[in-house]
């Protein structure tokens, strides 16, 4: 297959910039639906961004000081956290137990990660109210090194650097330096290995940061196992993500996609299914342990507990059964719909620790409501980041095979 642009030749600095600046025009049509929807919405989130920095938090948001958390937390960080979670996963297949058949959708796995975890950095920024103070929890100050907000903020700055690290050889492709890429790619496997490690620690933590509001989190789901089941989640979350945007892209970018590529792609969303699958069904056998062991039957002829039905058996067994029977008849689409109702579990799941089922003794007319302006905002963030996925994938060799003077390196 051929290759979108011919490699620039760089010599320099200006070189550089002349070259960027061309890669930054549009390719293809403008008037896209997808532009004509997204668009309009960026516009007006850059306008509530530029307003919430200058006018404050409480003027674009819902939050107090008795709810300091809301959307842009449970959705944009703590959500996005776990739908990155197919960048480690996959890299673990790949790099780490030798599934070379998954070897083709790992870039765009990684790439996906990466700007998950920029863009959702930016979540943060904006969920702060006094947002110069955001390095704060790095250099320990007032929480200490001890606290479970500094490891998490270490750990999500340092995978950041290693899933750049991991997708950085396809960057130098792009630019045609293959020293460079000769020496990145030699520190692929090192970056991989280091970011599992972090991927491991900061999903389980996070579940460690929501342990930590026993008296606010409903009993249906609080826990002492909360940061197991953050990281085991994780795994499906991230894995669903990947079969949802595999499946999309191969009808997008068909045209990058190479025969062999296209060939493998049944197999590879039939064995993702099956993964999905027995995970899913741990969880779902966990989740039931604990709420025998906790005694927890009370609480489910209640509003909440048919929230929590509702999100264990429909959003987490039948997805689990989808997947089964997805895989066992080779039926894509049935698959695609599976990791759709898991994505929606995943949302509902974090948002119950941020906000829904969180402070639930408070009369409902007193519970946080995200604004419609955090709304816009959330997916202004979305949109830019998938604008920004898509001109990756259109420049570099995310779903295209590498520049031959790669191929036997990569």
């Keep these: 297959m051929s290759e979108i642009s011919a490699t620039p030749e760089i010599k320099n600095v200006r070189d550089f910039v002349r070259f960027f600046i061309r890669e930054l025009k549009p390719r293809g049509k403008i008037f896209t639906p997808f532009n004509v ?36 937390i449970g959705f944009d960080v703590i959500t996005g956290v776990a739908f990155a979670g197919g960048g480690y996963v996959v890299a673990f297949m790949v790099y780490i137990i030798g599934g070379e058949k998954y070897h083709s959708i790992a870039r765009a796995a990684i790439l996906s990660a990466f700007l998950a975890y920029v863009f959702y950095a930016g979540g943060i920024i904006l969920d702060v109210g006094r947002w110069w103070n955001i390095v704060n ?22 995978y950041m650097v290693a899933a750049g690290l991991e997708f950085s050889p396809a960057a130098a492709e792009w630019l045609g330096m293959k020293r460079l890429r000769k020496i990145l790619a030699s520190l692929t496997l090192g970056a991989v290995i280091f970011g599992i490690a972090l991927s491991t620690l ?59 590529h296209r060939k493998s792609f049944p197999d590879i969303i039939v064995s993702l299914g099956k993964i999905c699958a027995v995970v899913m069904f741990g969880y779902f056998f966990l989740k039931v342990m604990m709420f025998v062991h906790d005694r927890n039957w009370p609480y489910l002829n209640t509003p909440m507990g048919y929230w929590y039905l509702t999100e264990i058996i429909g959003l987490v067994l039948i997805p689990c059964f989808m997947f089964v029977h997805g895989a066992q008849t080779r039926n894509l689409p049935l698959i695609l719909t599976a990791s759709t109702f898991t994505m929606i579990g995943i949302i509902m799941n974090r948002l119950n620790y941020v906000f829904i089922a969180y402070n639930w003794q408070i009369p409902v007319f007193e519970k946080y409501y995200p604004t419609w302006m955090e709304f816009v905002i959330t997916l202004t963030i979305i949109s830019v980041e998938l604008w920004v996925y898509r001109w990756c994938v259109n420049r570099m060799a995310v779903f295209r095979k590498p520049p031959e003077w790669a191929i036997e390196k990569h």
């Design 202 to 260: 900061h999903q389980s933590g996070l579940g460690a940061l929501m342990s930590m509001a026993k008296g606010k989190i409903h009993p249906l789901w609080y826990t002492e196992f909360i940061p197991v089941l953050f990281f085991i989640s994780s795994v499906f979350a991230g894995l669903s993500v990947v079969i949802f945007k595999e499946m999309i892209c191969h009808k997008v970018f068909k045209e990058q996609i190479d025969e062999e």
């Design 137 to 158: 929890p790095m250099i320990g100050r007032e929480f200490g090194v001890n606290a479970v907000m500094f490891l998490v903020a270490w750990h999500f700055f340092l």
């Design 37 to 72: 929807i997204t668009a309009p919405i960026m516009l007006l989130g850059l306008v509530l961004i530029v307003y919430r920095f200058a006018a404050g938090l409480g003027a674009v948001t819902n939050l107090s000081q008795e709810i300091p958390w809301g959307l842009w």
